[in-house]
């Protein structure tokens, strides 16, 4: 499923498109149903397709367990959805079985109101281990060593690129095969950047989010969290660089923020016209390569790095957790697990899924088509990837604030010193790190 920034940027939005409405009874965890209760309510935003998928797991699973009834309940709004669901959760009507959008699950976690799952995912009725799942994935999903939720798939930051736009800036080199060969360098990137924005095409489209900021930290061998959760960025000089030349290439309109693109010549729209030479988001990108008619012009490229070595980037999730006054603790952990388990990531994410698992066994799902060309890309950048950090996620809105200050730098407003400085003084007042 996307996760918190597919929802977050115009353009991306895969938030339900239209008002749904399922007839659904009252929420479990308000009912007097006691610990037998074997009715569970599961609610989540999404698309009208992936609320149908849904509907097709909850029927399967309840044709495999009979005793069980799920009942859906969609929220249309991933701007709406985590609101109620708080206000559900204090006022005991929440229901059994939810997702958390990865910007919001610091905030659950430190509202008390989830389930402490670890014990049952480590117990032998379990289907979704804690093993079993990428540990760069989890996120602010985990506090003192308890995990109180766990990623139900992810969605790795991807460059994806167009070959026709490439070949009209006279690029011949095929990033794919640059990474493949360990040559993918900053240097060749930011050249054919260059080369891209001398041809009158955009170089790259980012959304301006936790995951664009990080990643080039990150790949460029920069230093933003220590392992203790503390902002070092504005110390570090590598940090401090790498930013700059990001600033550099945002202020002379090689890079270009998607949010900030007018409506109607959006990021979709430049990338499906070949327009623009990369275009960075998840596996969801499959359907703006297709929109182009020529779906086989597109591949993907890993995050350049200064040696051309793979590095940590971002990889977006979302979260399912469990109502910790649920009154039917046994139904909805038997769901829980099941849903997350690689069976269950099987079958959400066959066909024409748009995220790639996040627990081992289920890649075959990113792998069926041969598309794009290096899919494989998608698992690797995920095995290694990771999420927004801890210690940011943690505070409500904490993240935007920072992308808001990024902006800024794009924009030519602030220098990328300033940036950090903000940043850290920021996250400092907010964390008290």
């Not at 050249?191 to 790259?204: E, R």
Request: glycine share 10%; charged share 20%; with cysteine.
């Amino acid at each position: 499923m996307p996760n918190s920034k597919t929802f977050l940027k115009a353009g991306v939005v895969i938030a339900a498109t239209a008002a749904l409405t399922v007839g659904l009874g009252a929420c479990s965890g308000g009912s007097g149903g006691g610990d037998s209760s074997k009715t569970i309510v599961f609610s989540t935003w999404g698309s009208a397709d992936e609320l149908a998928i849904y509907k097709k797991f909850d029927a399967a699973f309840m044709k495999k367990h009979p005793d069980i009834t799920v009942k859906l309940q969609p929220v249309a709004s991933y701007s709406d959805y985590h609101s109620k669901l708080l206000a559900q959760l204090a006022s005991n009507t929440a229901p059994d079985v939810f997702y958390v959008g990865d910007d919001k699950i610091g905030q659950f976690v430190d509202s008390g109101r989830l389930m402490d799952m670890t014990t049952l995912m480590n117990s032998s009725a379990s289907q979704s281990k804690v093993a079993d799942f990428y540990p760069g994935l989890f996120g602010a999903a985990v506090k003192d060593g308890k995990y109180y939720a766990a990623p139900n798939d992810s969605n790795p930051d991807v460059l994806w690129y167009d070959k026709i736009a490439l070949k009209k800036a006279g690029i011949t080199q095929d990033p794919a095969t640059l990474a493949a060969e360990g040559k993918w360098t900053t240097a060749t990137y930011l050249d054919m950047n260059d080369k891209l924005k001398a041809a009158g095409l955009t170089g790259s489209i980012f959304w301006n989010y936790w995951s664009t900021h990080y990643s080039w930290i990150s790949s460029q061998g920069g230093t933003a969290y220590d392992s203790n959760g503390k902002f070092v960025g504005d110390t570090d000089p590598k940090t401090v660089a790498a930013v700059d030349q990001l600033g550099t290439y945002f202020q002379a309109k090689k890079f270009i923020a998607a949010d900030t693109l007018p409506e109607g010549a959006g990021a979709d729209s430049l990338f499906a016209t070949h327009k623009t030479g990369f275009y960075v988001e998840g596996r969801y990108g499959i359907a703006t390569a297709q929109q182009s008619g020529d779906p086989k012009a597109y591949d993907i490229a890993p995050w350049p790095t200064p040696d051309g070595k793979a590095a940590p980037t971002g990889v977006a999730t979302s979260y399912l957790a469990i109502n910790k006054q649920t009154k039917a603790k046994g139904a909805a952990f038997t769901f829980w697990t099941e849903f997350l388990s690689a069976q269950g990531q099987t079958f959400r994410l066959q066909g024409a899924g748009n995220a790639v698992p996040s627990i081992k066994g289920a890649d075959k799902v990113v792998l069926e088509d041969n598309y794009p060309a290096h899919a494989k890309t998608f698992l690797e950048m995920r095995n290694i990837g990771f999420e927004d950090y801890a210690t940011e996620a943690r505070v409500p809105n904490l993240s935007t604030d920072i992308s808001d200050l990024y902006l800024k730098l794009y924009q030519g407003q602030s220098t990328a010193k300033d940036t950090l400085d903000q940043s850290a003084a920021l996250i400092k007042s907010k964390t008290g790190q």
